[in-house]
């Protein structure tokens, strides 16, 4: 589906078959002399079909479009390698930029799997969830040079001036879109509506969840009449929703401590006590994917909490656990 959200602003729907998320927003902006195309899909057959017949519809020449993509992940880098042409740019940040290319080598899940184990994952449930991570079947294929920017770098497209804006947090280089002039904000996965953005732990960020907050504050501060989100609808009222977003982990914290006022545990098992909005009544029903994605998200938290003075890491027998600070 093909919707011109603005004057030569247009949003085509790629559908995320079997993924929780259920479709990508990729955002198309019309220039005269090049186009700019804002993450793609999945590398993935029904992602592809999608884009290739929406970017038809809109009569858009690819030797003349260039590319950005607001994080690391699959969904939003997945066929940037299928898309691109040797005169296209990619633009992505110099942070998120080599992560990608650490996801179609290997190096980024052999990394992930070690900080399963360590934080709790029975081995064997450990593989099975990197070998079924949407990232790991669904990424690029092959690597790709990308044009990377950094905080207030430009982008003009048409009449329309973005900046770059850092928002690390769901990514370790997460990175928004601002036009001043219009006060649109394309805001990647950074801040959606109806559903939470995930904030997990990757070696490449020390304090995720810490990030994600202070990403946030950077955002309240801009003049935003639209916000364009990469997954579920628009958002009007975006500091409505940054409210709901800070008060959502601020929910999630107290869970996480209140959990561990039992004693000390691992993330798995921390993740394995914290509610979930999925339709499995027990954590043994998850999914192995689910269980990667709440036990990561967990660890952000236990994290934060460290960082706060509230939690303690503690290492035993190749394992981590977390306890209260009493
Ligand atoms: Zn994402």
Request: aromatic share 10%; with cysteine.
């Amino acid at each position: 589906m093909i919707e011109e959200i603005l004057p030569d602003i247009y949003k085509i729907e790629i559908p995320l078959p079997r993924n929780p998320l259920k479709y990508l927003n990729s955002y198309l902006i019309k220039g005269s002399e090049r186009n700019l195309l804002i993450d793609t899909g999945f590398n993935q057959q029904e992602c592809r079909k999608a884009m290739f017949e929406g970017l038809e519809k809109l009569e858009v020449n690819l030797r003349e479009t260039d590319f950005f993509v607001t994080h690391m992940h699959a969904d939003h880098s997945g066929l940037i390698t299928a898309l691109a042409t040797d005169s296209s740019k990619v633009y992505c940040s110099e942070i998120d930029a080599p992560l990608i290319n650490f996801g179609v080598s290997g190096v980024f899940f052999s990394e992930m799997h070690r900080l399963l184990v360590l934080h709790g994952f029975p081995l064997q449930e450990a593989a099975k969830a990197i070998d079924e991570h949407p990232a790991k079947k669904y990424n690029m294929g092959k690597t790709q040079v990308f044009n990377t920017v950094k905080e207030n770098d430009t982008i003009q497209v048409g009449d329309y001036v973005f900046k770059c804006v850092a928002t690390p947090g769901h990514s370790p280089g997460h990175m928004c879109l601002y036009e001043e002039k219009s006060k649109i904000l394309i805001s990647g996965d950074h801040i959606l509506d109806e559903i939470t953005p995930i904030i997990k732990i990757t070696r490449w960020a020390a304090n995720p969840l810490r990030d994600f907050f202070n990403s946030l504050v950077k955002i309240e501060q801009l003049e935003t009449s639209l916000t364009l989100p990469a997954h579920r609808q628009i958002i009007t009222d975006v500091q409505k929703r940054i409210r709901e977003l800070k008060e959502h982990h601020d929910i999630r914290l107290i869970e996480v401590l209140n959990i561990l006022f039992e004693g000390e545990k691992t993330a798995y098992q921390v993740a394995a006590k914290m509610t979930w909005d999925v339709k499995y009544s027990s954590w043994e029903q998850f999914p192995v994917t689910q269980k990667y994605f709440a036990a990561t998200e967990a660890i952000s938290h236990l994290i934060y909490l460290c960082h706060k003075n509230m939690v303690r890491k503690i290492d035993k027998e190749g394992k981590q656990l977390f306890e209260l600070i009493r």
